[in-house]
């Protein structure tokens, strides 16, 4: 499978613009989500996993806290941003609830 081609700084800036919730830190995009408790918390991890595995790209996801969950997206093998984090972090957005 090729390598995705990176965004521009625009193109970046201009998906942001459709996904507020998600933040750019250096090359990567970061959603904070809070579930009502601990259990809740896992299972939006468990939803975000299933998603990820069907797109066959895998963010970073923290949890913290008692019902705190990080999700890190970026392409680590383009180096940077590529569509494939913006499809993600999309579907995770109709799922974040």
């Known amino acids: ?7 521009s700084e625009k193109d970046i800036q201009d ?3 459709d996904l507020p919730l998600w933040k750019r830190h250096d090359n990567t995009i970061v ?13 939006k991890v468990n939803s975000i996993a ?7 790209h895998h963010p970073d996801i923290l949890i913290y806290g008692w ?9 680590h093998d383009a180096g940077g941003l590529s569509d494939k984090d913006f499809e ?3 579907k995770i957005e109709e799922i974040a609830y």
């Open 50 to 56: 299933i998603l990820a595995e069907a797109a066959d």
């Open 67 to 75: 019902n705190k969950i990080r999700v890190t997206l970026s392409t």
């Open 31 to 43: 959603r904070e989500l809070v579930g009502v408790n601990f259990a809740e918390a896992v299972g």
């Open 88 to 90: 993600l972090a999309a």
């Open 1 to 7: 499978m090729p390598i995705p081609t990176l965004l």
């Open 15 to 17: 998906k942001l613009d």
